[in-house]
């Protein structure tokens, strides 16, 4: 069992086009973070969410943590090919110490 | 600014057989973390460390062992490598506060058959 879940699990969209993964958990949590993941290399932070309700924008990325702090989306605006990786978020959750992190999500965005 | 930096960056294992995948960080970060990522399971933390000579064990240790003589330094030890640690394992470092990211390793692929 997951403690932190994301969805959908994989994604293949054209350039140009809109779209939003999604992390969730029962479970609330301090802050959330995501990353992203190119193959062959350790995931890269893109943000990092601490209070709920809270919107970070990074370019074309909107990132946006639950009121309940149990949640996250991430938004891609006209997505391009560069954006094609492995999301993955973490939290540390309010019991623990140690971040922990979803199984990822698989974006392709193909030309 | 090399960051983290692990070796090797693949490795064939034989059933039984022992190895230390290594871990070195140039930014004075107090906190380091051994994962493996499997398809499909996201990271899971192995063991962990919060400053040299400390280490605790996290998810999924049994089967491995770390040390942390240096701040600089996190070498995991796998004793009698078996098929179920065939993963790609990363390490990472991070500063205090938990508004500071990771900065991860790129990764080793380790193979045991």
């Known amino acids: 069992t997951q403690l932190l879940e994301q969805s959908p699990q994989f994604l293949s969209i054209q350039e140009g086009e809109n779209l939003t993964v999604y992390c969730n958990s029962s479970?609330?949590?301090?802050?959330l973070q995501w990353y992203r993941q190119e193959p062959g290399e350790g995931p890269v932070l893109l943000v990092t969410?601490?209070?709920?309700?809270e919107v970070k924008k990074l370019k074309r990325l909107t990132f946006q943590f639950g009121d309940a702090r149990k949640d996250s989306s991430l938004h891609i605006t006209a997505a391009q090919p560069g954006d094609t990786g492995l999301y993955l978020c973490?939290?540390?959750?309010?019991?623990?110490?140690?971040?922990?992190f979803g199984p990822g999500t698989r974006l392709s965005v193909l030309p | 600014n090399a960051g983290v930096t692990q070796t090797p960056k693949f490795r064939i294992l034989k059933i039984g057989q022992s190895m230390t995948l290594q871990c070195t960080q140039d930014?004075?970060?107090?906190?380091m973390y051994w994962y493996r990522q499997d398809p499909g399971m996201g990271l899971k933390l192995i063991y962990y460390?919060?400053?040299?000579?400390?280490?605790d064990k996290g998810e999924v240790p049994n089967g491995y062992n770390v040390s942390r003589s240096t701040t600089e330094d996190f070498p995991l030890r796998l004793e009698l490598a078996a098929p179920s640690q065939t993963s790609v394992y990363f390490c990472?470092?991070?500063?205090?506060?938990?508004?500071?990211?990771?900065?991860f390793g790129s990764g080793t692929r380790l193979t045991v058959v």
């Open positions: 990472a470092s991070r500063t205090s506060g938990q508004q500071y990211g990771y900065t």
């Open positions: 479970s609330v949590f301090s802050s």
């Open positions: 969410v601490v209070t709920g309700g």
């Open positions: 973490a939290g540390v959750p309010y019991y623990g110490q140690n971040f922990v």
């Open positions: 930014m004075n970060h107090n906190y």
């Open positions: 460390s919060v400053g040299a000579g400390i280490t």
